[in-house]
T-cell receptor, first 113, second 111 residues
Framework: IAGITQAPTSQILAAGRRMTLRCTQD?????MYWYRQDLGLGLRLIHY???????GKGEVPDGYSVSRANTDDFPLTLASAVPSQTSVYFC????????????FGSGTRLTVV | DQQVKQNSPSLSVQEGRISILNCDYT??????FLWYKKYPAEGPTFLIS???IKDKNEDGRFTVFLNKSAKHLSLHIVPSQPGDSAVYFC??????????WGAGTKLIIKP
């Protein structure tokens, strides 16, 4: 089934630990995104990549890093997790056509304790 | 500075009646507007979009209206069904650059 796969689906992480959230798409979309969703704040963009080999910072990039070695994969790394990074993380992709929507993964629920 | 605002955190509507979800924006350069629907424990899914050159787009029970002079768009769902209960996000973009998202409105359809 074409779409976006995120892993893990949920994780409890000790503060200070390093964690990588995985995201893989099979639609050959150029652009990929990482969002966090917090109650009352909607979706906030963490990092994005317009094409393989390039990345950019979104609205809330601090504490996170990304890489885009190929078209399909866009991992998000928390170098040293803090409790404020407790959130639901969504990966998305788009084919950059005018008016085209994003396809989202099912999300990763991360709790930092 | 929120460029896309959904001022109602929640909305409750009787089954069979019309649901109207509202969204306001500040950037007159936005040229595409989209609505997404999100169920708990799932990612948002695309629902309907509208180009800034139109004022209405319809898809089955869902219609989006755009009022550019008021910088306002709305999503109408008629008739509302229990499966419509979800969080609805409004989003906008300039020349298909990154989407700017509203905070979402939780729609509850009462039986």
């Amino acid at each position: 089934i074409a779409g976006i796969t995120q892993a893990p689906t949920s994780q409890i992480l000790a503060a200070g630990r390093r964690m990588t959230l995985r995201c893989t798409q099979d639609m050959r979309h150029n652009a990929m995104y990482w969002y966090r969703q917090d109650l009352g704040l909607g979706l906030r963009l963490i990092h994005y990549s317009n094409t393989a080999g390039t990345t950019g910072k979104g609205e809330v990039p601090d504490g996170y890093s990304v890489s885009r070695a190929n078209t399909d994969d866009f991992p998000l790394t928390l170098a040293s997790a803090v409790p404020s990074q407790t959130s639901v993380y969504f990966c998305a992709s788009s084919d950059s056509k005018a008016g085209g929507g994003y396809t989202f993964g099912s999300g990763t629920r991360l709790t930092v304790v | 500075d929120q460029q896309v605002k959904q001022n109602s955190p929640s909305l409750s509507v009787q089954e069979g009646r019309i649901s109207i979800l509202n969204c306001d924006y500040t950037n007159s350069m936005f040229d595409y507007f989209l609505w997404y629907k999100k169920y708990p424990a799932e990612g948002p899914t695309f629902l309907i979009s509208i180009s800034s050159i139109k004022d209405k787009n319809e898809d089955g029970r869902f219609t989006v209206f755009l009022n550019k002079s008021a910088k306002h768009l709305s999503l109408h769902i008629v008739p509302s069904q229990p499966g419509d209960s979800a969080v609805y996000f409004c989003a906008a973009s300039v020349s298909n650059y990154q989407l700017i998202w509203g905070a979402g409105t939780k729609l509850i359809i009462k039986p």
